[in-house]
């Protein structure tokens, strides 16, 4: 296996005309891998000593870096870490999701600040985009003048099929068809003065993944993402894989069968996405909620939990076998809103639902939880206009944002 983020550590340059490009290297190396004493830097990022002695000094005069406690205990001078400073910007990500709004406000470390939720049964356009107004003016709110100042970007993160599928969720067909007619970054983009960049949710919560997660040690995996829908992304070697038109991984289209003429086959989304969990518990006239929950490994939801498992561990399963004979990869990682105890759940019953396939001529891949969770979409988002200001791989994100737009 890769040493950890070996692919995603970028290597600086040091001609002069490269200072701004170094000064990103920089930063993403400390992203990477946590602090470091400037002889590591010079190391890692493959720059002389004095050049980053250089970047440094540049660098903590905008904000973005400071030095930590000094390392003692080895031979010679206590060496000095240099840390990303968390108040050096700010990032907010906003996930419009079929059941809820959720704004996370993300400092330059990558760490939730703070937070706000709009929920719903299904999303009204008429009122959605004014409350997510005031959700972000909340945010923003709570960032003095000078923190404020140093709010550098939005991120949104939606399904770019939001007014899709309501006759599953029993919705409205004239309130889906105006989220057809509707441009989401537009509209999000009208309630603030910071640049608002978009990508689909999955893709966003693949984004988190690659950053903060697997993505660290793994070069390429198919990434599914279980929430009110259920839904994935492609990391291609380190490089999220849009797609023509930013939908690459859309999973929850898959079929679950063969079509013919007397019926059309149902798809994965049908069978192992929440709301099917939801359903389950309405039809024995539980509180559906529970699906978001512990109470759904508990009684009475705990038998209808189980019947879901079973159909969603196969589903996902023939869903990872297809993958992996279209992509050869080793690993499928998964992640959801779910209780993190469901997942793992769900994560064991598909595992164990691989074993019923033939595997000859290809590699089964492993199964993995990830380690985000159900911020995903929403810090995923945020970390799409960090990295497009900060890191020196930006190519990455501005191809998912023009697929997508």
Request: aromatic share 6%.
């Amino acid at each position: 296996m890769t040493p950890d983020g070996a692919w995603l550590r970028p290597c600086g340059s040091s001609p002069s005309g490269m200072s701004h490009f170094n000064e990103r290297v920089l930063l993403q190396a400390i992203r990477l891998n946590g602090e470091l004493p400037q002889a590591d830097l010079a190391r890692v990022t493959r720059l002389s000593t004095q050049a980053v002695a250089l970047i440094v000094r540049r660098l903590a005069a905008q904000g973005l870096v400071a030095r930590g406690a000094p390392r003692r205990g080895r031979v010679g001078q206590p060496s000095v870490p240099i840390v990303l400073d968390p108040d050096g910007a700010y990032f907010i990500g906003v996930k419009i999701g079929r059941r809820g709004v959720d704004l996370l406000l993300v400092d330059f470390a990558g760490q939730v600040r703070a937070r706000d939720s709009i929920g719903y049964r299904y999303p009204d356009p008429e009122l959605l985009f004014g409350q997510i107004d005031a959700g972000l003016r909340g945010l923003r709110g709570q960032l003095g003048p000078r923190q404020a100042a140093r709010l550098r970007g939005i991120g949104v993160a939606a399904p770019l099929s939001l007014g899709g599928w309501q006759s599953l969720l029993n919705g409205d067909a004239q309130q889906a068809g105006r989220w057809n007619r509707i441009d989401i970054r537009a509209r999000v983009q009208a309630c603030s003065a910071v640049p608002v960049v978009f990508a689909k949710d999955t893709v966003a919560a693949c984004v988190a993944e690659l950053v903060a997660g697997h993505g660290r040690s793994l070069r390429s995996f198919v990434y599914i993402f279980v929430g009110t829908f259920i839904g994935g992304a492609l990391v291609l070697d380190s490089s999220v894989h849009a797609g023509l038109t930013g939908n690459a991984g859309a999973l929850g289209s898959m079929p679950l069968a063969r079509g013919d003429n007397a019926a059309v086959p149902a798809q994965l989304l049908s069978t192992a996405s929440l709301f099917a969990l939801e359903r389950r518990y309405a039809a024995a006239g539980l509180d559906e909620r529970a699906a978001h929950d512990a109470r759904a490994l508990q009684r009475p939801w705990l038998a209808h939990t189980e019947a879901w498992l079973e159909d969603a561990a196969r589903a996902i399963a023939l869903a990872t076998c297809n993958a992996a004979c279209l992509v050869d990869l080793g690993h499928v990682v998964l992640d959801g809103s779910a209780h993190p105890a469901l997942l793992g759940r769900l994560l064991e019953r598909s595992t164990r639902a691989l074993s019923h396939y033939r595997w000859d001529g290809v590699r089964q891949p492993t199964l993995l939880g990830g380690m985000v969770g159900a911020d995903a979409r929403a810090v995923g988002a945020a970390l799409l206009p960090l990295h497009a200001h900060f890191a020196p791989d930006r190519e990455l994100f501005l191809k998912i944002l023009s697929a997508a737009a």
